[in-house]
């Protein structure tokens, strides 16, 4: 059964980047599908963040893709979500998942969720 | 930023039918499936339907996903305690180079 847990400091200054990897167990990453990053403030809905498939293309929010980026690291089989720049409002539990992706049949979807990491910015 | 509507709050009593519309466009539900995830207390959040109408394995048949048009719509048949959640829709939307939007989110109370 594939699992995935993020990790990363749970504080975060302003103005500072803010660092999380999400690793995989139960398959390997280079295989195939898109991984993904969705955030949710506290008390708040669900917010994307973006997603980056087995050969390294990626997709990105358009109100964060400034600030964004999501990387592969395929030796340790895991990927990494960094967003600079932080401010109070980017305060959320970042979820890690695996997505299920097709232009053809019009799918995008997650599957597969880590249990969440809560990251707060603040002095 | 949401770009998909839905209501804040719905309710029923045990065995009751509930109904969450989502409301979206035609470049994201127009154009793309449609995915509600199931939010319990506490917890991430877990994929309850995909493809517009697809139930993954494990997920009791008393949830049901439609969509018509730029609409789409949950049904949770025969309501149980457990079923009080959150609940979001989600589509990709064309735009610019592509994203994934998601629902405002609804609360479903068990009464």
């Known amino acids: 059964q594939m699992q995935l847990q993020e990790s990363g400091p749970g504080l975060v200054k302003p103005s500072e980047t803010l660092s999380l990897t999400c690793g995989v167990s139960?398959?390997?990453?280079?295989?195939?599908?898109?991984w993904g990053w969705v955030r949710q403030p506290p008390g708040k809905g669900l917010e994307w963040v973006g997603s980056v498939y087995h050969t390294g293309s990626t997709y990105y929010s358009p109100s964060l893709k400034s600030r964004v980026t999501i990387s592969l690291d395929t030796s340790k089989n895991n990927f990494s979500l960094k967003l600079s720049s932080v401010t109070a409002a980017d305060t959320a539990v970042y979820y890690c998942?695996?997505?299920?992706?097709?232009?053809?049949?019009?799918?995008?979807?997650?599957?597969?969720w880590g249990q969440g990491i809560l990251v707060t910015v603040s002095s | 930023q949401s770009v998909l509507t839905q209501p804040p709050s719905a309710s029923g009593t045990p065995g009751q039918r509930v109904t969450i519309s989502c409301s979206g466009s035609n470049s994201n539900i127009g154009s793309n499936t449609v995915n509600w995830y199931q939010q319990l207390p506490g917890t991430a959040p877990k994929l309850l339907i995909s493809?517009?109408?697809q139930r993954p394995s494990g997920v009791p048949d008393r949830f049901s996903g439609s969509k018509s048009g730029t609409s789409a719509s949950l049904a949770i048949s025969g309501l149980q305690s457990e079923d009080e959640a959150d609940y979001y829709c989600a589509a990709w939307d064309d735009r610019l180079n592509g994203f994934c939007v998601f629902g405002t989110g609804t609360k479903v109370t068990v009464l």
């Open positions: 998942a695996r997505v299920i992706h097709s232009s053809a049949w019009k799918l995008y979807y997650f599957d597969y």
């Open positions: 139960g398959y390997s990453i280079s295989n195939a599908y898109h």
């Open positions: 493809s517009n109408d």
